[in-house]
């Protein structure tokens, strides 16, 4: 069994900043990717970012390329995204994703955390 716990959602102003950690525990894995995926309301699950766990590989959604940045501490099991120049429409909530072997596909990914809410203030 697999724990992802994700933290550092919050309330920031467009054009801030912010980071998402997410914290893996229980097993250590080293294959595949991990991920972030976004759903709003109403809206379908959508990926944003994923890296491949020796971390040599990453992916983005066209809409946060160059906004966004995933990087992994492996020693911590632990995924970050880093948000710059943050947008209204990036306001959702945000998913951690573990050990999938289709870096942008959300069902092909085994684990998922609780989710974190991002709200971006206009």
């Known amino acids: 069994q697999v724990q992802l716990v994700e933290s550092g959602g919050g309330l920031v102003r467009a054009g801030g900043s912010l980071r998402l950690s997410c914290a893996a525990s229980?097993?250590?894995?080293?294959?595949?990717?991990m991920g972030w995926f976004r759903q709003a309301p109403g809206k379908e699950r959508e990926f944003v970012a994923a890296?491949?766990?020796?971390?040599?590989?990453?992916y983005y959604a066209d809409s946060v390329k160059g906004r966004f940045t995933i990087s992994n501490d492996n020693a911590k099991n632990t995924v970050y995204l880093q948000m710059n120049s943050l947008k209204p429409e990036d306001t959702s909530v945000y998913y951690c994703?573990?050990?999938?072997?289709?870096?942008?596909?959300?069902?092909?990914?085994?684990?998922w955390g609780q989710g974190t809410q991002v709200t971006v203030s206009s």
């Open positions: 229980g097993r250590t894995f080293s294959t595949y990717h």
């Open positions: 890296i491949s766990w020796s971390g040599g590989k990453t």
């Open positions: 994703a573990a050990d999938g072997y289709r870096p942008r596909e959300w069902v092909s990914y085994d684990y």
